[in-house]
């Protein structure tokens, strides 16, 4: 049996940034990190030598391992309080901005790049959201903080040095299996590993396991009656245009927030996480999920920009499962592409047809993951959520003109877990005393900077 004053479970943004606040608060407290992955130099995709994904086991690379999922994706800090979540809901708007000012200049102490984008431009921006407004979007200005895919490996390995150097104990290949629990008081995890099972006592315990633990969490809050409520998940596709396509919003404002909610079904729809010059990626989970997602990196660009448009969905009652739902979105779309992502030209959905490989090779626009098959996406995305997509990308075009080009590729499934929400007080206590819950697992936040920010919250209370 091992004592800490404070055990973290999962070393992505919100855990590393709990850990990292309470060191320079000046805290003498002894902190534990539990991470199932490996350490930021250990974590390699071998995707990069082979040219296909490997379906890495146990887990996939690019998702778990130290700095989380994010990271290892495009890299990119959103600087505003209207990004990122409903934790501003919790804490208030104004913290929620102060925050992400303080927690920012800590990124650009580790090495970030002091250049954002999205700002200036104000002509160029107004232009774009009049366009937006004619189609009925909405514009979300909001400063970017492009770290890159592998400048971020660089910052976060000196948070990871910086974080063992100051006596915080990090647990590599270890992996949090229960909670200890005395009535409604947790007392610490139970932790294994390939060499043994033990148990780790801590005044609290902090669970900041990312969306990759989303479905974990949320097993827990079942187990142990922690209290929570449905969240939202989101199902989408990940588009890929040309440079040429999409350059002036990529000069004005790097990445386009652009949120609607068009007709008929009149739900959430969004983009996300936009890659100018970057790359199409494969994602794996645990259960053998292949999911899509995009990389952006500072030096290496292709000819093509891709983003997320995103369809948020809401469950209550009688289903109250959102992310076993898009589960199963993600399962029927593997099993259509037998085991790989899907890619299909829009025009091909418009026309009613399935895409295939030779008309792919005729295309202006080559697809940047050559390993992603032809096919139907169609016959796996769910009406509502296609017609919300269709829809979305017909009112971009607006914005974009030519972003609805026939030849413009849409991949699937691009999934977004996120926790049914844990309810917590404004100092994140749930209902289960010495437990505290952080970051996109909570589901109150979503990306690096609101989960980085929620760390700094809870590192300061821990303090």
Known sequence: MKKYDVAIVGAGPAGIFTALEM????????????EKGKSVERRKCPKAATGRCMNCKPYCHITTGFSGAGAFSDGKLSLSYEVGGDLPQLIGEDIAQKTIDYTDKIYLEFGADTHVEGVGNTEEVKEIRKRAIQAGLKLVDCPIRHLGTEKAQELYFAIERYLIEHGVEILFDSQCSDLILDGEKCLGVKVSNKNSNEEIYADHTVVATGRRGADWLEQLCTDHGIAHQPGTVDIGVRVEVRNEVIEKVNKVLYESKLVGYPKPFKNKVRTFCQNP???????????????????????????????????SHNFTEPFNQPIAYAQKVGELTNMLGAGHILVQRFGDILDGKRTWQKELSRSNLKPTLPDAVAGDITAAMPYRAMINIINFIQAMDHVVPGFASPETLLYSPELKFYSNRVKMDTEFNTNIKGLHCLGDSSGWTRGLMMASVHGVLMGRILA
């Open 277 to 311: 010059g970057g790359f199409v990626a494969q994602e794996n989970y645990d259960n053998d999920l292949a999911v899509v997602n995009g990389h952006s990196y500072k030096e290496l660009k292709s000819d093509n920009t891709n983003l997320a448009i995103l369809c």
């Open 23 to 34: 060191i320079k608060k000046g805290s003498d407290k002894s902190i534990v990190i539990i």
